[in-house]
């Protein structure tokens, strides 16, 4: 495989972490050199989100998307939510995110976080931007406040559902409302039933996605995820599809040019 002639986006990292903080430069310059030429990091709160911009005028590869994560939405102020407002009329910004609802490790603030969600959704559509979203055990929950939700948005992509791991029954219902799916490292797990889910798929709502420093493949679990990994799920995803990486790379290119008006 040759990589110079693949180009691939990687749709979700946070490059912001402290965990890059020695080798950042390093870290976006062997992505380029694996092709991944686009990576949009994704803001976790004010200050994550500000951090994000920043790193997007300093790299010509990195894009933004700015909002604040369930995890950090815990007495969220609606004046954060008007920062966020104001970040994301930044022109590297494409997206508000990354935003959702994570009942796995607090269901203490689930009002909290749906109040954050349902704000960001309503700023998201004001702004006519695509959302990030996060969602962990709270399908059912997040299913509800997305069918109301997208009646209003008009964009012409609502967003993705980051770091997809659900079954084919609740990614239709998903897809159906007009989302993206992202998928990650994690498919190549060896516990990893993406498989039937991918196939399921339309072509046109596949996209891909590290989440570093999260989530690293198979290869390199237990260590740092970098946007350079992403070509082990880009090979991952087209040995499910039965198609090549450079099909698949072209392909979730292309959405995600789309979903985040790349051009
Ligand atoms: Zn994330």
């Given at each position: 495989m040759n990589s110079s002639k693949i180009s691939i986006i990687d749709t979700h990292a946070h490059l912001d972490g402290e965990e890059f903080d020695?080798?950042?430069?390093?870290?976006?310059?062997r992505a380029a050199e694996a092709g991944i030429g686009r990576i949009i990091t994704c803001g976790t709160s004010v200050e994550a989100s500000e951090k994000a911009i920043a790193l997007a005028e300093k790299y010509p590869a990195v894009y933004a998307a700015v909002g604040i994560h369930p995890q950090e939405?815990?007495?969220?102020k609606k004046t954060e939510i008007s920062r966020i407002a104001t970040l994301a009329k930044h022109p590297r910004?494409?997206?508000?995110?990354?935003?959702?609802?994570?009942?796995h490790r607090s269901v203490v603030y689930?009002?909290?976080q749906i109040k954050g969600l349902k704000w960001q959704l309503e700023l998201a559509g004001e702004l006519q931007l695509p959302v990030i979203l996060h969602n962990r055990q709270a399908t059912n929950e997040m299913i509800e406040i997305l069918s109301g939700w997208v009646?209003?948005?008009?964009?012409?992509?609502?967003?993705?559902?980051?770091?997809?791991?659900?079954?084919?029954?609740?990614a239709r219902i998903f897809l159906n409302m007009g989302f993206y799916l992202?998928?990650?490292?994690y498919i190549g797990y060896p516990k990893s039933q993406m498989a039937?889910?991918?196939?399921?798929?339309?072509?046109?709502?596949?996209?891909?996605e590290t989440d570093c420093p999260y989530l690293p493949p198979q290869k390199y679990r237990g260590q740092r995820n970098e946007p350079a990994y992403i070509k082990l799920t880009v090979e991952?995803?087209?040995?499910?599809?039965?198609?090549?990486?450079?099909?698949m790379a072209k392909i979730t290119s292309e959405n995600a040019e789309r979903l985040f008006k790349l051009k």
């Amino acid at each position: 495989m040759n990589s110079s002639k693949i180009s691939i986006i990687d749709t979700h990292a946070h490059l912001d972490g402290e965990e890059f903080d020695s080798d950042r430069d390093a870290v976006i310059a062997r992505a380029a050199e694996a092709g991944i030429g686009r990576i949009i990091t994704c803001g976790t709160s004010v200050e994550a989100s500000e951090k994000a911009i920043a790193l997007a005028e300093k790299y010509p590869a990195v894009y933004a998307a700015v909002g604040i994560h369930p995890q950090e939405i815990a007495g969220v102020k609606k004046t954060e939510i008007s920062r966020i407002a104001t970040l994301a009329k930044h022109p590297r910004v494409v997206a508000i995110g990354e935003m959702g609802l994570d009942f796995h490790r607090s269901v203490v603030y689930k009002d909290e976080q749906i109040k954050g969600l349902k704000w960001q959704l309503e700023l998201a559509g004001e702004l006519q931007l695509p959302v990030i979203l996060h969602n962990r055990q709270a399908t059912n929950e997040m299913i509800e406040i997305l069918s109301g939700w997208v009646q209003k948005a008009t964009a012409d992509s609502p967003g993705v559902i980051h770091c997809f791991q659900e079954n084919a029954d609740n990614a239709r219902i998903f897809l159906n409302m007009g989302f993206y799916l992202a998928f990650g490292g994690y498919i190549g797990y060896p516990k990893s039933q993406m498989a039937e889910v991918i196939k399921i798929v339309p072509q046109d709502r596949l996209v891909v996605e590290t989440d570093c420093p999260y989530l690293p493949p198979q290869k390199y679990r237990g260590q740092r995820n970098e946007p350079a990994y992403i070509k082990l799920t880009v090979e991952k995803m087209a040995e499910i599809r039965g198609t090549n990486i450079e099909t698949m790379a072209k392909i979730t290119s292309e959405n995600a040019e789309r979903l985040f008006k790349l051009k």
